[in-house]
């Protein structure tokens, strides 16, 4: 197991994002796409170039999946649509679940390696715990599968696919359950790292190929490697407190894309974090692993 050492972010794209997040390398275009969920915008990034491009839409992206047909699945404020291609209508795909609650809006989510897309939502007022985590399948399907939630955040799944993780941010615990990839259950549920509090909450997630889970720790000011045991194996600081999801790319995906938000800072906190909404990057030992896509017949 590779053990701490210093890495040292440097910008990759000063984005001045309100919300920036769920960053997926797209290996094929060497292309990282991320969302501003707080600007209903989807971006793709060419960082060898510096050009970004920017798609809006009329609701907010929390997450999306690249697609195996092509396009992308997006998990949207109401539910899923897919993209057909960049320039595209997104086409709404399964049942609109939350078209008639305000309050939600899908969040976080991750393709598992049988091409089945998981996605969590969050309460955007914060004044229920009725987030949950659901599972999409192929056929438009949508089953929720744990509920109980303000935040559902960090989904990654180990190399094998037998090993499932998330969070409920606000409880500042990465949990882990096992995870049964021929009938998509979960079971097992435990905590990974419980996070103290005040000192970062647990935010979007990855995982490398040594099965390490990196998350990013919003208000924080870091990134964190955790061993399989749930140890911290290394911490990576950034100039910003609210790092929101990190993932791996370049074509040896050993370069890590962290974005980041500049939301809910006050002028002041934001005069002295010039950078925050950035997205940042640093090389890292041990490469992550390829973003599966979402399998549809």
Not at 87 to 94: I, L, R, S, W, Y
Not at 111 to 134: E, I
Not at 200 to 220: H, K, M, N, Q
């Amino acid at each position: 197991m590779t053990q701490s050492k210093t890495f040292l972010p440097k910008v990759a794209f000063d984005a001045c994002a309100l919300l920036g997040e769920g960053p997926r390398w797209h290996g094929a275009e060497h292309r990282l796409y991320w969302v501003d969920i707080a600007a209903n915008t989807l971006h793709r990034f060419d960082p060898t170039t510096g050009m970004n491009e920017t798609r809006l839409f009329h609701a907010p992206v929390g997450c999306f999946a690249f697609d195996a047909k092509g396009g992308l699945l997006l998990a949207m404020k109401d539910g899923f649509a897919t993209l057909a291609d960049w320039d595209a209508d997104p086409v709404p795909f399964g049942d609109q679940i939350f078209a008639d609650r305000p309050d939600i809006r899908f969040n976080d989510g991750r393709t598992d390696p049988q091409g089945r897309f998981w996605a969590g939502s969050v309460n955007m007022t914060k004044s229920a715990q009725d987030a949950a985590l659901y599972r999409l399948d192929g056929d438009g399907t949508i089953k929720e599968i744990e509920s109980g939630m303000l935040t559902c955040n960090g989904a990654a799944f180990s190399a094998d696919g037998r090993r499932f993780y998330h969070s409920d941010t606000p409880t500042h615990a990465a949990r882990a359950y096992d995870y049964d990839p021929d009938t998509g259950t979960l079971s097992g549920r435990r905590i990974l790292h419980q996070f103290p509090l005040g000192k970062g909450r647990p935010d979007g997630g990855s995982v490398d190929e040594e099965g390490c889970y990196w998350t990013a720790l919003f208000d924080g000011g870091r990134v964190v490697r955790l061993a399989p045991d749930g140890a911290i194996l290394m911490e990576v600081a950034l100039p910003v407190t609210r790092p929101t999801m990190i993932a791996f790319g370049e074509d040896d995906r050993r370069t890590a894309f962290v974005t980041t938000a500049r939301t809910g800072l006050t002028e002041a906190q934001l005069t002295t974090q010039p950078l925050a909404g950035a997205i940042f990057s640093f090389r890292v030992d041990v490469p992550g692993l390829p973003e599966w896509p979402f399998a549809r017949p």
